[in-house]
C-alpha cells in the first residue's frame, strides 16, 4: 500500500486542522493506521492509532485534543486536531500496518508501511 498525508499547514494557537491519510491498493479495512510526529531536533513521537475494528489509542499529550477516524469507503484515515498549540508543530506522518495487532502499537516498528509527511506549523 502507498499512503499519502495531507492537510498540515499554518494555524494559531487554538485552531483546528484535519490531517489526511489516503492509502492505495485495496484492502485497506485490513489495515491499523498510525500517526506519528517529528519536531525538528527531536524524535519521531507517536500521536494516535486506529485498527481494523476501528478501536483508538492516543498518546497522552493529545489526549482529548485529537481525534483518530479512518473511512474505509474512501480508504482513508484522519487525525482531527484541536486546541492545537506551539508544541504541536511537527511533521507528521502515518504507518499503516495489515499484520495481526500487536501491543506495540505506539513503536515505529509496528508499522510496515510510511507516508511522506506533512508539515503542522502552530504560531503562538
Known amino acids: 500500500v502507498q499512503l499519502q498525508a495531507s492537510g498540515g499547514g499554518l494555524v494559531q494557537v487554538g485552531g483546528s486542522l484535519r490531517l489526511s491519510c489516503a492509502a492505495s491498493g485495496r484492502a485497506f479495512n485490513s489495515y491499523a493506521v498510525g500517526w506519528f510526529r517529528q519536531a525538528p531536533g527531536k524524535e519521531r513521537e507517536f500521536v494516535a492509532v486506529i485498527s481494523r475494528s476501528h478501536r483508538t489509542f492516543n498518546a497522552n499529550s493529545v489526549k482529548d485534543r485529537f481525534t483518530i477516524s479512518r473511512d474505509n469507503a474512501r480508504n482513508t484515515a484522519y487525525l482531527q486536531m484541536n486546541s492545537l498549540r506551539p508544541e504541536d508543530t511537527a511533521v507528521y506522518y502515518c504507518?499503516?500496518?495489515?499484520?495481526?495487532?500487536?501491543?506495540?502499537?505506539?513503536?515505529?516498528?509496528?508499522?510496515?508501511?510510511w507516508g511522506q509527511g506533512t508539515l503542522v506549523t502552530v504560531s503562538s
Open positions: 504507518g499503516a500496518r495489515n499484520r495481526p495487532w500487536y501491543s506495540n502499537w505506539d513503536n515505529l516498528d509496528f508499522y510496515d508501511y
